[in-house]
């Protein structure tokens, strides 16, 4: 009888020994075996200053808020990278407060489906405005544009950020975007270096008027400026006003034509044959600077078909996967790699911000990655790439 009792005893402590435990473990975090991986883009978000516009964290929206985003084009690699940080910041937003169906926040992403289309912009514009967005985000084609449909922005109480690229309107609260001006002037540090600190210079502008054009050929003529003048800045090519340079090359062609040759017209003249004539204008020119993808590519096409690329040294901004090959193989010496997909998400933070009448940094800046022959292959320069 004792020995039973001991034993039912015995069970009864290994039992509750067991149910002890099983309760301390089920307290306990569990080892499953899996890692949590961070999201791809997470280094995007990590080179976003100031560090509150990476996150959605307190931003207490009301639910169906509506906030509108209006971009320079659609379809390239650029905007489309722009596109998807702005999806995913609303999709972060609304998880973060808990929205579902009619209750999320809502944010639109809209551009002209042309490069530059300074008219569609202003009619995707007046769409959005009759709309009576919370925010509005503009990255505008020029800096002075839009200017009419602004003021009556700002008249309705509408609060107005840029992003990407400037807008000179006095109601701008913030601007979200890469810091040009440094980024300018590392391009030219590295020209510098490339060309030995002695040489001449052509600048290809993708414009002649927008805020990131503008301050992108300023910057990097200034930095030249501070060498003890054996670097040249001998001329700047605008591609808006390439259809312009054309028309100078015809009336140059029809001036030195013979009786009866077929006198040339503006229509006949190829882009090629523009990059040639500055060129020829200027045989001492051993480096070129390009201000965006538009302007890289173009000198990157026409000096090939000049066989002019081992001779002059190319630096400049943005990369599709012709540029980053060309890179790659040494035809191109550097780009400045953007952020758009860390532009897009801040820009949704920022325009959220002004919702809530919180306070906005004057700019956010959204960081940028120098990408060379030696490095493109680096993981963190990989992350970047888009």
């Given at each position: 009888?004792?020995?039973?009792?001991?034993?039912?005893?015995?069970?009864?402590?290994?039992?509750?020994?067991?149910?002890?435990?099983?309760?301390?473990?089920?307290?306990?975090?569990?080892?499953?075996?899996?890692?949590?991986?961070?999201?791809?883009?997470?280094?995007?978000?990590?080179?976003?200053?100031?560090?509150?516009?990476?996150?959605?964290?307190?931003?207490?929206?009301?639910?169906?808020?509506?906030?509108?985003?209006?971009?320079?084009?659609?379809?390239?690699?650029?905007?489309?990278?722009?596109?998807?940080?702005?999806?995913?910041?609303?999709?972060?937003?609304?998880?973060?407060?808990?929205?579902?169906?009619?209750?999320?926040?809502?944010?639109?992403?809209?551009?002209?489906?042309?490069?530059?289309?300074?008219?569609?912009?202003?009619?995707?514009?007046?769409?959005?405005?009759?709309?009576?967005?919370?925010?509005?985000?503009?990255?505008?084609?020029?800096?002075?544009?839009?200017?009419?449909?602004?003021?009556?922005?700002?008249?309705?109480?509408?609060?107005?950020?840029?992003?990407?690229?400037?807008?000179?309107?006095?109601?701008?609260?913030?601007?979200?975007?890469?810091?040009?001006?440094?980024?300018?002037?590392?391009?030219?540090?590295?020209?510098?270096?490339?060309?030995?600190?002695?040489?001449?210079?052509?600048?290809?502008?993708?414009?002649?008027?927008?805020?990131?054009?503008?301050?992108?050929?300023?910057?990097?003529?200034?930095?030249?400026?501070?060498?003890?003048?054996?670097?040249?800045?001998?001329?700047?090519?605008?591609?808006?006003k390439i259809n312009e340079i054309k028309k100078e090359i015809a009336i140059s062609k029809n001036q030195?034509?013979?009786?009866?040759?077929?006198?040339?017209?503006?229509?006949?003249?190829?882009?090629?044959?523009?990059?040639?004539?500055?060129?020829?204008?200027?045989?001492?020119?051993?480096?070129?600077?390009?201000?965006?993808?538009?302007?890289?590519?173009?000198?990157?096409?026409?000096?090939?078909?000049?066989?002019?690329?081992?001779?002059?040294?190319?630096?400049?901004?943005?990369?599709?996967?012709?540029?980053?090959?060309?890179?790659?193989?040494?035809?191109?010496?550097?780009?400045?790699?953007?952020?758009?997909?860390?532009?897009?998400?801040?820009?949704?933070?920022?325009?959220?911000?002004?919702?809530?009448?919180?306070?906005?940094?004057?700019?956010?800046?959204?960081?940028?990655?120098?990408?060379?022959?030696?490095?493109?292959?680096?993981?963190?320069?990989?992350?970047?790439?888009?």
């Open positions: 009888m004792k020995r039973k009792v001991i034993t039912i005893v015995a069970v009864l402590l290994a039992a509750l020994g067991i149910s002890a435990c099983a309760e301390k473990k089920k307290d306990e975090p569990q080892i499953t075996g899996k890692v949590t991986e961070a999201p791809a883009y997470q280094n995007n978000l990590k080179s976003i200053s100031p560090s509150a516009y990476s996150n959605v964290k307190g931003i207490p929206l009301q639910p169906g808020t509506y906030i509108s985003i209006i971009g320079k084009s659609t379809g390239s690699a650029y905007w489309n990278e722009v596109e998807k940080g702005v999806e995913q910041a609303t999709k972060d937003l609304n998880k973060e407060l808990g929205y579902t169906k009619e209750k999320k926040i809502k944010v639109a992403y809209n551009a002209p489906s042309e490069v530059e289309d300074i008219d569609q912009q202003v009619n995707i514009l007046d769409e959005e405005l009759a709309r009576y967005p919370d925010a509005l985000a503009i990255a505008s084609i020029g800096l002075d544009a839009c200017r009419v449909q602004l003021d009556l922005a700002e008249e309705n109480g509408i609060p107005i950020i840029s992003f990407d690229s400037s807008n000179s309107h006095n109601s701008i609260l913030s601007e979200v975007s890469t810091n040009n001006d440094k980024a300018a002037r590392t391009c030219a540090n590295k020209i510098s270096d490339e060309i030995s600190e002695a040489g001449n210079i052509l600048i290809i502008a993708h414009d002649s008027g927008s805020g990131t054009a503008l301050e992108r050929e300023n910057s990097f003529k200034d930095e030249i400026g501070v060498n003890d003048g054996t670097i040249k800045i001998v001329d700047t090519l605008y591609l808006d030195a034509l013979k009786h009866g040759e077929t006198e040339v017209t503006a229509e006949s003249i190829s882009d090629e044959e523009v990059l040639a004539y500055y060129l020829d204008k200027h045989p001492e020119i051993n480096a070129c600077y390009t201000t965006n993808v538009l302007a890289t590519k173009f000198a990157l096409e026409h000096l090939k078909a000049l066989d002019k690329i081992q001779e002059i040294a190319v630096v400049g901004f943005d990369g599709d996967k012709e540029i980053l090959e060309a890179v790659a193989n040494g035809e191109i010496k550097g780009v400045i790699i953007q952020n758009p997909f860390g532009i897009g998400y801040a820009t949704v933070v920022a325009a959220a911000r002004t919702v809530l009448h919180m306070g906005n940094e004057a700019k956010v800046d959204t960081g940028y990655v120098w990408v060379t022959a030696e490095n493109i292959e680096d993981e963190f320069i990989q992350s970047m790439i888009y």
